[in-house]
């Protein structure tokens, strides 16, 4: 019985709103097409009003006798200040004069004064007529001007041309909308004025076919065919439109406008919705009163909630022990980020051991000559090796103080760090397998400072290990190119970019344990204890492939009043 009457309530209610549909959506198109003609006339009366009020402007001008005394004299020293208050009261464009060769000698666009226009057609036009001559001429740029231009005479005698654009494009640009394309074609069916700059000097067919199928003219398209001279039907799509088109009582223009339906359906829509929801509150009391016999089932729903009461107790004391678990996680991994750089410092020990080696040797022998120069009492030459040696006992002690500065925990003081210093500094810890692996190094660093608020260790532990993926990556290259970039702009970047293999697997690349090396050559943490440092830092680390092969890392950092807050 309730099921029946439920089926009988949905169909009168889909009866209703279908109905209700086709009724709505035939009046609301009428209402659509009255205001898009409506429109259309006062875009019509607009041109016409403009083009009018500046066609008389050139007889006026002509008729001036300070512009015929200006000619007659050929003084034009105070002719373009006239010429710009003229403009100014009359709202034109701009207005030119010129002499009788053509050539601009006043504008009130100072930057034409020179100009040659013997050969345009408003020039030659104006001197084969006494009266007003107008031409729509294209641009360079696909534009059309529009111009009124009358030749000026003193007593029969040419002395120049007078020359006022009307600006018509403003008016284009109030035509603009997001419902409709409006365009304005000249007796021979090319576009002179539309909302549309491409469709300008274009036929109709020519400007539709021209944009792509996804843009407004799509709506275009689809009104070319029958469908848009016939009233639409009451499921039309959105992207329907109605095309409309009107005379210009002036040389045979012709004013077109394609308005979409866009409107109508979200007006139908919105009557609908309205009338759904009326039938759904209609049918929500109906279930309100049904649900009344369902409260003897409360009982049973009492015990279920006693139930979830406790497994939400359980539930919290698992939250607990799972917060203990990350506080536990936080230290291991900053154990972790700690054993990185040990490993790496255990990894360049090997290189370091053999960059000692050879200012050892070198100071044997520097030794052995000084003792043969000091015997032969040349002391001078003596005192130069003791120098020699001097020197590579200062670069050695530089490679431990390195290393032993590299050792050390970072503290969490953030000072001001030279992002070039941190650079050289790493650079300096990663010499011996720069060296040993024959990297080019091209560096592109600013003269100035370029200084961040960082922990000074942190953030060379990051610079050596992009360092050290970058040479892993470059193993099997036969060049091996390693591109350093510092820049300042918004922020600090720092740009490691190798002639490698690339990288295979963008998403899971910060992702703890996960490498692409051969076991025993790494664990896959180097990258996620970068990341996560430089997030501490208030920045962070991107990755990405570059077009030439390899990969691109950067390290983006706020610069130092920005840096404070970030780190807080």
Do not use: C
């Amino acid at each position: 019985m309730m099921r029946g009457l439920l089926v009988l309530f949905l169909i009168v209610a889909g009866g209703v709103v279908w109905v209700s549909n086709i009724w709505l959506t035939d009046r609301f198109t009428e209402t659509t097409r009255n205001r898009a003609e409506l429109r259309l006339a006062l875009y019509s009366g607009s041109i016409i009003s403009e083009l009018q009020r500046n066609s008389v402007v050139p007889l006026l001008l002509s008729r001036d006798p300070t512009l015929v005394r200006a000619l007659s004299v050929a003084d034009f020293s105070t002719t373009s200040q006239r010429l710009i208050s003229y403009r100014e009261e009359i709202g034109a464009a701009s207005i030119v004069l010129l002499n009788r060769d053509g050539r601009v000698v006043a504008a009130t666009d100072r930057h034409e004064i020179g100009e040659l226009y013997r050969n345009q057609p408003f020039f030659v036009d104006a001197l084969r007529t006494n009266d007003t001559v107008f031409n729509a001429t294209e641009l360079d740029t696909g534009a059309f001007d529009f111009t009124f231009s009358r030749r000026i005479d003193d007593d029969q005698l040419l002395l120049g041309v007078i020359l006022v654009r009307v600006d018509l494009g403003r008016l284009a640009d109030r035509w603009r909308g997001t419902s409709e394309a409006v365009f304005v074609a000249s007796s021979e069916g090319r576009i002179i004025l539309s909302t549309e700059p491409r469709w300008r000097g274009r036929s109709e067919e020519e400007a539709i076919a021209l944009e792509p199928p996804d843009s407004a003219i799509e709506r275009a398209i689809e009104a070319a065919g029958d469908w848009a001279f016939a009233n639409p039907g009451p499921y039309f799509s959105g992207d329907s439109t109605l095309r409309l088109e009107s005379r210009i009582p002036f040389r045979g223009w012709m004013l077109v406008s394609y308005t979409a339906y866009g409107s109508v359906r979200e007006r139908v829509n919105g009557v609908l919705a309205l009338e759904i929801m009326g039938f759904a509150l209609f049918l929500a009391a109906a279930f309100y009163l049904l649900s009344r016999r369902a409260r003897l089932q409360s009982v049973v729903l009492q015990r279920e909630s006693a139930e979830l009461r406790r497994l939400n107790d359980r539930l919290q004391r698992e939250i607990a022990e799972r917060q203990k678990v990350e506080r536990n996680l936080e230290e291991a991994e900053q154990s972790l980020a700690q054993s990185s750089k040990l490993a790496a410092l255990g990894e360049m020990s090997a290189a370091v051991s053999h960059e000692l080696n050879q200012p050892l040797a070198a100071m044997k022998t520097y030794l052995a000559g000084a003792k043969l120069l000091l015997q032969r009492r040349r002391t001078e030459e003596a005192l130069s090796s003791f120098q020699r040696i001097d020197d590579l006992i200062e670069r050695m002690g530089a490679i431990t103080r390195q290393l032993k500065s590299y050792a050390r925990k970072g503290g969490e003081a953030f000072q001001l760090v030279d992002m070039r210093d941190a650079l050289a500094s790493a650079l300096t810890m990663m010499e011996p397998q720069l060296r040993q692996m024959t990297v080019e190094i091209t560096q592109s660093l600013p003269r100035e400072p370029v200084m961040v608020m960082a922990d000074r260790l942190r953030l060379e532990q990051v610079i050596i290990n992009l360092l050290r993926n970058a040479l892993d990556a470059m193993k099997g290259e036969e060049r091996r190119e390693l591109d350093l970039i510092v820049a300042e702009g918004d922020e600090v970047v720092l740009t490691v970019r190798d002639n490698g293999r690339g990288i295979d697997d963008l998403d899971a690349l910060f992702e703890p344990f996960y490498t692409t090396k051969k076991p025993g050559d790494g664990v896959g943490l180097g990258l996620a204890i970068s990341s996560g440092i430089v997030k501490d830092l208030g920045g962070r680390l991107t990755a990405r492939n570059s077009s030439r092969g390899g990969a691109v890392f950067e390290v983006r950092l706020p610069k130092p009043d920005q840096g404070s807050a970030a780190a807080e």
